[in-house]
């Protein structure tokens, strides 16, 4: 059995992006894990470039670790969400500390999907993913673009603040409301899309 690995760099546990990525995973078939990336001890890439000889990062956390398992897998699923119009910053510290694995192309052809989520931007999150696949010369089987929720619908001022997210989607007089959240398991079409990229993800291990 193949051997799937995801990424999930929400640190909402069992929040959107989670949700739909565990849907993906599962539609595999395969053997699979989820790490939170908001999980780990993950220090900032500091551009040494010691990586360069030894494909493993100077820094002493669980990112060597991480590197292994990516190298092991047969597949990759990442998913990011939108934060004030680009791919958050969990997820991109993430990405960067990978540049191990950047050196000889040690990603050529390896099978990667992901999911991008958000309530604003989530088009231009996927899209910000699959130029740093392409640029590690992966082989794309997909990708899934899910909607999201604002911290502004439960920090209480969401209905005033003047910089609300949820003003800014649904006018200065809308009321929040339990229909406001976005929810995956009710979104039927997002969720059968999901189901289809874990199959694609399957039957492109099938072909390898």
């Keep these: 059995m193949a051997k799937v690995i995801g990424f999930s760099g929400s640190t909402v546990k069992s929040g959107v992006v989670e949700k739909a990525m565990i849907k993906v995973?599962?539609?595999?078939?395969?053997?699979?894990?989820?790490?939170r990336l908001h999980t780990l001890n993950m220090k900032h890439c500091i551009g040494c470039v010691g990586c360069a000889h030894t494909n493993r990062c100077v820094l002493k956390d669980d990112v060597n670790d991480i590197l292994g398992k990516i190298e092991q897998a047969d597949a990759i699923v990442f998913g990011?969400?939108?934060?004030?119009?680009q791919l958050n910053a969990l997820t991109k510290v993430f990405i960067e500390r990978l540049f191990p694995l950047f050196h000889n192309n040690i990603l050529k052809d390896k099978l990667v999907a992901s999911v991008a989520g958000g309530l604003f931007d989530q088009n231009s999150v996927a899209e910000e993913l699959s130029s740093v696949l392409?640029?590690?010369?992966?082989?794309?089987?997909?990708?899934?673009?899910?909607?999201?929720?604002?911290?502004?619908?439960?920090?209480?001022?969401?209905?005033?603040?003047?910089?609300?997210?949820?003003?800014?989607?649904?006018?200065?007089?809308?009321?929040?409301?339990?229909?406001?959240?976005?929810?995956?398991?009710?979104?039927?079409?997002?969720?059968?899309?999901?189901?289809?990229?874990?199959?694609?993800i399957s039957e492109a291990l099938s072909r390898k």
């Design 25 to 35: 995973l599962d539609a595999t078939g395969q053997e699979y894990e989820l790490v």
């Design 80 to 85: 990011g969400l939108a934060r004030f119009g």
């Design 134 to 200: 392409q640029a590690y010369k992966m082989e794309e089987v997909g990708s899934l673009s899910i909607g999201g929720n604002a911290s502004c619908y439960k920090c209480g001022k969401g209905e005033t603040c003047g910089n609300s997210a949820f003003r800014a989607k649904y006018g200065h007089d809308a009321k929040i409301t339990d229909d406001t959240f976005y929810v995956f398991e009710k979104d039927a079409l997002t969720v059968e899309s999901a189901i289809r990229l874990g199959k694609q």
